[in-house]
């Protein structure tokens, strides 16, 4: 007689979105931004950084954004992916926006990145009042300021 195991459910890989203030706050040191991703790392989650943030995290001066450049580059080699908004999320981001009241695009954007797949997930921000409204009906991604 043979028993039927039922597989146990994995749980979901922590993911990591970050806006521009998460970014930024890498960029200068953050003791806190960075401990939540070497948690991230550690537990083989990913580090999502919507390409929107590049907007406002870069100018396009070589010399004045090498730091910035920098951070992506060991984000990247270590479990950071630059995710290009594609119309399924364009969309959901006008609908967090449009729920919230908002009109801030870019934050909506991040949002809509960090309820992409419906698995928990952590937005870091320097700003966390405009992400917490955006993502009010989400309660699997929580907001934390660094």
Known sequence: MSRKHRPRPRAALPRCVLDS???????????RARAWLRWVVEHEGSIQVPTPILVESTTGDGARDAEVNRVLGILERVAAVL?????????????????????????????AAAVANGSPAVVLTSDPDDLERLLVPEPQVHVRKV
């Open 21 to 31: 203030g998460g970014l930024t706050a890498l960029v200068g040191g953050s003791h």
């Open 83 to 111: 995710q290009i908004a594609d119309e399924i999320t364009a969309r959901r981001a006008g609908r967090l926006r449009l729920l919230a009241g908002s009109d801030d695009g870019i934050d909506a954007l991040v949002a």
